[in-house]
């Protein structure tokens, strides 16, 4: 089994069930959410696709 997909099904069940809740005080995940984007171009390591 691929944990790489099962931690993005589960961040995706997680999306889709309502807004996310963030503590202001998670400033490490506040600056680092707009780096996670699928990419336009696939690379060796990944599809590129979602």
């Known amino acids: 089994m691929n944990d790489v997909l099962d931690g993005?099904?589960?961040?995706?069940v997680a999306l889709n069930s309502g807004?996310?809740?963030?503590?202001?005080?998670?400033l490490g995940l506040l600056a680092?959410?707009?780096n996670y984007v699928w990419s336009e171009k696939p690379s060796t390591h990944s599809e590129g696709k979602p």
């Open 8 to 12: 993005i099904r589960s961040v995706s």
């Open 19 to 26: 807004p996310p809740r963030i503590l202001r005080s998670c």
């Open 32 to 34: 680092g959410l707009p």
